[in-house]
């Protein structure tokens, strides 16, 4: 699972200057015959550190993604859901695995990613750093989240980077049980009782606004993507993947008789888009710079599980062996 | 700690979160690729990498990075080393033009296994083997016999290179189908979502 995020911040396309013109055409026209680009071809500097940066995110939200769910494996309701819910765990660690493989492809080497992560340096999803207090916040995970990752994923399948591509195609087969799974949940504590209606309510009440962060900041405020958007790097704006979300899953959540906390949520007729109040920016940019309620213990979980295997890989280390980067 | 998750707080302190250690070279291992055949008689298909201290546990890990789901009836590694690679070409170029007539008698035949890329963007897959004394030569053999059609990238792996599945551990793939909950078709939720939405609608015209 992987949302927008910040991930494109920053970018500088003077860098395409120093190009080589007659290469960048040829690999400009490859895309625009939807041909994909294979880790062996040419490719500018700046589509190979962007598709690091965005892919090395997506890898780390993957095993970040897994920490406030996984908490919950022992107490989730009944054998058969402790048994789904581990098979969706192990998946999105799983999923970590492709996704460093495909931007090994690129050059950074996975060693440089974990210790990026651990030190803080490299972003992973935003929605992560938030607790998850209940059950049903685990079930809002499960099916919203994921949902949001996958309108994601899916548009990222069609994407110009032949190893990430296979990665997301793999990744998007095996998440469709993630999203039934979540929606399973959420039925289940909706024609339950009372008690269980007023918490998964109050689960949307605490998600809402990450949810709506998780596409990344509105288009008016967001970096210029336009040279990514050409070169199929980023397949569709913020806005419009947020818009694409809101469309498929909020008459999902009201057909289950829930409310969402933004009064002026409502598809405009004129528009064909949702409006909605604009999402508090200033928060997102606080909590993805470091300062949420869980950013802290993320990251920490992280290091003691480095620390505490590394006496595991001194063991099996052997000087036969020499790094090369994964063929596609 | 401070953490919702009681497990998180029994966590032992370790390390100095103040002072990571630096990731050395190697820490994650070398990388090894892996081949999945679907189904009986489906050609073998690579699939991606995986990292690993030696060729055995790339086995194990590889059969849990990339055969949890869907079927599976083998699944092989090898070192990525161990892969010998073409030229990738694109548009009309075939990736055997470059390759030239190789003869070489000096030494022992042994067996190579040879894959295609037929489209950009898929994955390599399985052809055919045949017998030479080098991945050059097994290359321009290849050639001659598999040589059909436009070919992107040829990929060459001496098949006492790679770690196969014996016929036992073709077990290792017989409960995928008990795995149920590992599959979007067990979570039908729809004739309870129906009642409950007549039931909402009844309760709201009363």
Known sequence: MYGGGNTFEGIKTESLASEDPTLLAAFEARIDRGEKIEPADWMPELYRKQLIRMIEQHAHSEIIGALPEGTWITRAPGFKRKLALMAKVQDEVGHAQLLYSAAETLGKSREQMIQDLITGKSKYSNIFNYPTFTWADCCFISWLVDAGAIVNQLANAKGSYGPYCRALDRICAEESFHLKYGHHCVIYLATGTQKQRDMFQEAINRWWAPMMHFFGPADKISAHTEVLMRWKVKMSTNDDTRNQFLDMYVPKIWELGFTIPDINLKKNSETGKWDYTEPDWEEFKRVINGDGPCNKERLEVRRIAEERGRWVREALKTSKTAYVMPLA | ?206
Not at chain 2, 123 to 142: C, D, F, L, T, Y
Request: aromatic residues 10%; neutral net charge; charged residues 25%.
């Open chain 2, 1 to 206: 700690m401070n953490s919702l998750d009681p497990r998180v707080i029994r966590l032992p302190k370790t390390g100095d979160p103040q002072n990571i250690q630096v990731k050395t070279p190697l820490d994650q291992f070398g990388t090894f690729e892996v081949f999945v055949q679907a189904k009986e008689g489906k050609a073998f298909q690579h699939e991606g990498a995986v990292h690993a201290p030696n060729l055995e546990m790339a086995y194990v890990l590889a059969k849990e990075t990339f055969t949890r789901r869907f079927t599976c009836s083998s699944l092989y590694v090898v070192d990525t080393r161990n892969v010998h690679v073409s030229l990738l070409t694109e548009g009309e170029q075939n990736a055997y033009d470059s390759i030239d007539p190789v003869s070489d008698q000096s030494k022992e035949k042994r067996s190579f296994e040879i894959y295609h890329l037929l489209k950009r963007g898929k994955q390599h897959v399985h052809v055919g083997s045949v017998h030479a004394s080098s991945p050059q030569e097994a290359m321009s053999i290849a050639k001659q016999q598999f040589n059909n059609g436009r070919i992107f990238n040829i990929w060459v792996v001496a098949t006492n290179d790679i770690r196969f599945t014996s016929p036992e551990e073709k077990e290792l793939w017989l409960t995928l189908p008990e795995k149920k909950f590992r599959d979007a078709s067990d979570y039908k939720g729809g004739d309870k979502l129906q009642s409950f939405l007549e039931r909402r609608s009844l309760e709201s015209k009363v």
